[in-house]
């Protein structure tokens, strides 16, 4: 299975300003993934992070808002920008396991725990 | 479109009682189905998947959950649940593609 980190683990920000989340894998993965943990509330979908080609992104999310890069095979960022307290959340990276009788199974980060003040 | 529908939100239950947690999913094709686990202070796991064969699927910690095409269900149960089952549980279904789909979480709370 696949080890992943998420940095920061949570932080404090003000409205109006940004903040980028690093996602390390420990094994290279095709495609890597970007969900919202809203309070209370169940994980949404943001989007498809590929490597070599534009992130692909859900209904009601959009590429000014929750920029992504995509360098490697092994790394992807997603950028929070112009937050609002509306921003607050747990931002989960996760990646498709590519391990022979693991494949289709999708393993999730720790999570950044963001809030919008 | 996908959704997944879990209709218990919270449960509380005593040590050795038995569980069983509903989710039904709405899809018209072929479906890969999963149950998480996200234990207090710790990520996401997978506890359990259905991708096809034997409905009746085995996962980690003595749980299981069976498939039932006709009623579009993929229950999760445990015959005797321990106070560290104590956690949230979330049914997700993955259609075409590779989106995964999530129900809004069960929060079990097993007392002792």
């Known amino acids: 299975s696949a080890v992943i980190s998420q940095k920061p683990s949570r932080d404090i920000c003000q409205r109006g300003t940004s903040l980028t989340i690093q996602c390390q894998v420990d094994?290279?993965?095709?495609?890597m993934f970007w969900y919202r943990q809203q309070p209370g509330q169940s994980l949404t979908l943001i989007a498809t992070?590929?490597?070599?080609?534009?992130?692909?992104?859900e209904s009601g999310f959009v590429i000014d808002k929750f920029p992504i890069s995509r360098p490697n095979l092994t790394f992807s960022t997603l950028t929070v920008s112009n937050m609002s307290p509306e921003d607050s959340s747990i931002y989960l990276c996760?990646?498709?396991?590519?391990?022979?009788?693991?494949?289709?199974?999708?393993?999730f980060g720790p999570g950044t725990r963001l809030t919008v003040t | 479109a996908q959704s997944v529908s879990q209709h218990n939100h919270h449960v509380i239950l005593s040590e050795a009682a038995s569980l069983e947690l509903g989710c039904n999913y709405s899809y018209g094709g072929t479906v890969n189905l999963f149950w998480y686990v996200q234990y207090p202070g710790q990520h996401l796991q997978l506890l359990l998947k259905?991708?096809?064969?034997?409905?009746l699927v085995k996962g980690i910690k003595g749980f299981e959950a069976e498939f039932i095409k006709s009623k579009f269900s993929f229950n999760l149960r445990k015959p005797s649940v321990q106070w560290s089952d104590t956690a949230e549980y979330f049914c997700?279904?993955?259609?075409?593609?590779?989106?995964?789909?999530f129900g809004t979480g069960t929060q079990l709370k097993v007392e002792l």
């Open positions: 259905y991708f096809s064969g034997d409905p």
């Open positions: 992070a590929n490597q070599g080609s534009e992130a692909t992104y």
């Open positions: 094994s290279q993965v095709t495609m």
């Open positions: 997700a279904v993955k259609g075409g593609g590779n989106k995964l789909t």
């Open positions: 996760s990646v498709v396991a590519r391990d022979r009788g693991k494949a289709g199974e999708q393993y």
